[in-house]
């Protein structure tokens, strides 16, 4: 198994479905994150749970909705997204939310929405 | 608050030829460096990071950057480059706080040619 994976790689929805995103990590990591990465932009923060708890929340839409039930893995919940919201969502994990900055990333999940 | 600029928004390189990326951040503390690299269709994965020490730090692939505070800058480099290391490359930069105030550069897309 890979440290960080994700899963679907690859997920197209229409503008008025309900679908999620799912990470599992496996490296015994007591945080993970939520990133959006979109085509010439840096990559974005959305969400960070330490120890299962959301510690940060970056102005993200409330059509994202984020759930960790433990700490090896992490959903993304989506619905009613918008066009715009289509880029590859990246999901991470360190040993603590207050490491150095040394993150695992998966493979990320790429989004189209129609 | 930091901000990271990476110069360069594309690199392109004979094989086996020499190259540098580069990257500037702005902070007014002290700082951990990183860069990371994403290959096609892939997350991003550690290639280096600088946390103390020598301000030369060598990392994965053949990979090496220095850390120049007067400058404020962290410059990637690789003596020779090989076709595999078409990615693209992502300088950031955290104040020791953690993991979710890791600041990411737009990133430089590094493409080989033979």
């Known amino acids: 198994e890979t440290g960080v994976t994700q899963t679907p790689r690859h997920l197209v929805m229409g503008m008025t479905n309900k679908k999620s995103l799912k990470c599992e990590q496996h490296?015994?990591?007591?945080?993970m994150y939520w990133y959006k990465q979109s085509a010439k932009k840096p990559l974005e923060l959305m969400f960070v749970?330490?120890?299962?708890?959301?510690?940060e929340n970056n102005s993200v839409p409330s059509r994202f909705s984020p759930e960790c039930p433990n700490s090896s893995h992490l959903f993304l919940h989506l619905h009613t997204l918008q066009p715009e919201d289509s880029a590859l969502y990246l999901c991470?994990?360190?040993?603590?939310?207050?490491?150095?900055?040394?993150?695992?990333f998966g493979e990320g999940s790429r989004l189209t929405v129609l | 608050a930091q901000s990271v600029t990476q110069l360069d928004s594309q690199v392109p390189v004979f094989e086996e030829a020499p190259v540098e990326l580069r990257c500037n951040y702005s902070?007014?503390?002290?700082?951990?460096l990183f860069w990371y690299v994403q290959y096609p269709n892939q997350g991003l994965q550690l290639l280096l990071k600088?946390?103390?020490?020598?301000?030369l730090v060598k990392g994965i692939n053949g990979f090496e950057a220095e850390f120049n505070k007067s400058q404020t800058s962290f410059h990637l480099r690789k003596p020779s480059v090989h076709i595999s290391d078409t990615a693209e490359y992502f300088c950031?930069?955290?104040?020791?706080?953690?993991?979710?105030?890791?600041?990411f550069g737009q990133g430089t897309r590094l493409t080989i040619n033979p």
């Open positions: 950031a930069v955290s104040d020791g706080q953690g993991a979710q105030k890791l600041v």
């Open positions: 902070s007014s503390v002290s700082v951990y």
């Open positions: 749970y330490s120890l299962e708890e959301r510690v």
């Open positions: 600088y946390l103390s020490g020598s301000t």
């Open positions: 490296l015994g990591h007591n945080a």
């Open positions: 991470a994990s360190s040993q603590g939310a207050e490491n150095t900055g040394e993150l695992f």
